[in-house]
Nanobody, 126 residues
Framework: QFQLVESGGGLVQPGGSLRLSCAAS????????IGWFRQAPGKEREGVSC????????NYGDPVQGRFTISRDNAKNTVYLQMNSLKPEDTGIYYC???????????????????WGQGTQVTVSS
């Protein structure tokens, strides 16, 4: 059964850090690019970052560029999102998603991702 499970969310003060994890099972993990998306209250879901199937290519949305780092461990079927210098506007539910794409790059385009996790809440507040 295709499954993506996010973890690592929580409450953090502005300027703090969190590391999100996306654990995958039920499919050939290294065939898939993985993306992170988030949805703030009252707003549409937006792309945060993505990583290619091999891990050799990454992309970031402008709001998180330079603060967030995506990585993957194909031996552990897990993708990580290290989030530093967090701001209140980073608050939202963070989802990971999978796209069948062997090699090449990745795109932070929601419509390309067929499989989604349930999300983890991130709240940045003092």
């Amino acid at each position: 059964q295709f499954q993506l499970v996010e973890s690592g969310g929580g409450l953090v003060q502005p300027g703090g850090s969190l590391r999100l994890s996306c654990a995958a099972s039920g499919f050939i993990f290294h065939y898939y690019a993985i993306g992170w998306f988030r949805q703030a209250p009252g707003k549409e879901r937006e792309g945060v970052s993505c990583i290619s199937s091999s891990g050799g290519s990454t992309n970031y949305g402008d709001p998180v560029q330079g603060r967030f780092t995506i990585s993957r461990d194909n031996a552990k079927n897990t993708v990580y999102l290290q989030m530093n210098s967090l701001k209140p506007e980073d608050t939202g539910i963070y989802y990971c998603a999978a796209e069948l794409r062997i090699g090449g790059s990745c795109h932070i385009a929601e419509y390309e991702y067929a499989y989604w996790g349930q999300g983890t809440q991130v709240t940045v507040s003092s």
